[in-house]
Every structure is written in structure tokens, then in C-alpha cells.
């Protein structure tokens, strides 16, 4: 019987795929998850040519929508492309049961996330472009991000929804 897929952060896999060059592996699932499950590893700013290492970016609050821009240099703007890949990523992998985005990452992190407001001020109230595609496209499907993922009691519900929605898919 195949393992059922799940979709996770590259960076959580231990690529170092960040802006800065680095990672941010977690073991419990490189070394534990990865027994049970098939993982994919899917980064969206590598996906979109963004490169490594690769100026920040941070979302921020238009007055017309929330908008992926350099942090250096606004003209950067990173929206369109970021959702674009994640529309793909929805229509191209039916099969993925669940998934573990990067917390806090303008392109992944799924709740919290901060975003720029007009005063100049971080407020802790966005989503990741990519994650939202991801989660308004498939409003069914189990995700976390890394940091609930390391709470046991957490992670075990997140592992029984991604169970139910395999066997429902």
C-alpha cells in the first residue's frame, strides 16, 4: 500500500532553501515522519526563481490587499507569482493529504504571520500568499506549520485528519 503524501516546508526537510541560505530542519520529521509518510518537499520561493541566498520579503498592507514585497525594495513585488505557483501546486498534486508549512514566512507561514501597515508597524495578522492559495483552494485539507507540528497532543490530531481526508480522497 503506498504511504500517503504529505506536502512540508522544504526548509523543515533540512534544504537550505531560506532567504539567508540556511534551514530549519525538524527532526521528528525528517527522521520520524518520513518512516510513515511520503513526503514531498516543495519551497515556493525557490519554485519561482527567487533564488538562494535572496533579498527578504514581507507582506504588506496596500490599502488594496496584502502584497509579498522586498522589504529593500517595494518595487519587488512577489504576490502574483507566489499565488500563481500556489494554484499549480493545487492543480498538478490531487493526491497530498496534508501539510507542514513554515511558520511566520511571508510565502508559507498560515496564520500570524506579520505584515506592514500603513503606519509603518508590523501587525501579527497575515497569512502567506502561498499557504492561502493552498488553504482557500482546498479548505478541507490538514495543515500546520512546524511550530504546533512539535506539539505532541497537535501533531497527532493533524496526523488523524490527514488519515481521514486520505481515506475520503
Keep these: 500500500m ?6 512540508v516546508s522544504s526548509c523543515l526537510l533540512g534544504e537550505a532553501v531560506r532567504y539567508d541560505g540556511t534551514d530549519k530542519q ?3 520529521i525528517t527522521e520520524q515522519l518520513n518512516q510513515d509518510y511520503n513526503l514531498i518537499s516543495l519551497c515556493p520561493e525557490m519554485a ?21 514585497l522586498g522589504v529593500a525594495d517595494a518595487n519587488r513585488n512577489k504576490t502574483k507569482i507566489l499565488s500563481e505557483y500556489g494554484k499549480e ?12 508549512f513554515k511558520k511566520s514566512s511571508p510565502s508559507c507561514g498560515t496564520k500570524n ?23 482557500q483552494a ?32
Design 2 to 7: 503506498p504511504k500517503i503524501k504529505i506536502a
Design 26 to 28: 525538524i527532526k521528528i
Design 48 to 68: 519561482v526563481g527567487m533564488g538562494v541566498p535572496r533579498p527578504e520579503i514581507h507582506l504588506v498592507d496596500t490599502g488594496s490587499g496584502i502584497q509579498v
Design 89 to 100: 501546486i493545487v492543480k498538478n498534486n490531487a493526491d497530498i493529504c496534508g501539510y507542514i
Design 113 to 135: 504571520v506579520k505584515v506592514l501597515n500603513s503606519l509603518d508597524e508590523y501587525e501579527y495578522r497575515g497569512i502567506g500568499i502561498y499557504a492561502a492559495e493552498i488553504m
Design 138 to 169: 482546498l479548505p478541507m485539507l490538514p495543515v500546520i506549520d512546524e511550530e504546533d507540528f512539535l506539539d505532541d497532543k497537535v501533531r497527532e490530531q493533524f496526523l488523524n485528519r490527514v488519515a481521514e481526508y486520505s481515506r475520503a480522497n
